[in-house]
């Protein structure tokens, strides 16, 4: 009987940290993602800097194709620009992978958005596609 109640305390233990460690799991491969992106943020403010606008691309950026800059989780990171309003706002989109990381973020995105106001540039992450630990 000692037997049975060992086991079913064991039982909600990992009831209880499996949710945990998945959530875990997810933030720490997506902060991969975070860091590819926040990567490319000096080169869109040179760009704009230069030419008053945010870049199309990252070949206007002046950085890597967005396949070419990967990690162990991320698939690529692009760069692209928008009208926002009266203005234009620059995204930086990075892109987990399909396999090999947390099933709840397989294909998800990060996005950060840049914006230019007076001179200083804000940025803001923002969740792409229902991502809940993109920006955590």
Do not use: H
């Amino acid at each position: 009987s000692q037997l049975m109640i060992v086991i079913a305390i064991v039982g909600i233990l990992a009831a209880v940290a499996l949710p945990a460690y998945q959530d875990y799991t997810a933030r720490a491969q997506m902060s991969e993602a975070l860091t590819l992106a926040e990567g490319q943020k000096s080169a869109v403010v040179e760009y704009y800097s230069d030419n008053g606008t945010f870049p199309a691309n990252n070949t206007s950026a002046g950085i890597a194709a967005s396949s070419t800059i990967t990690g162990k989780y991320v698939s690529s990171v692009a760069v692209t620009a928008e009208a926002s309003g009266n203005a234009s706002i620059a995204k930086i989109t990075a892109k987990m992978k399909k396999n090999g990381v947390n099933k709840d973020i397989s294909e998800k995105t990060l996005v950060l958005v840049g914006k230019q106001n007076s001179g200083s540039f804000s940025w803001t992450c923002q969740k792409g596609d229902g991502t809940k630990n993109s920006c955590r």
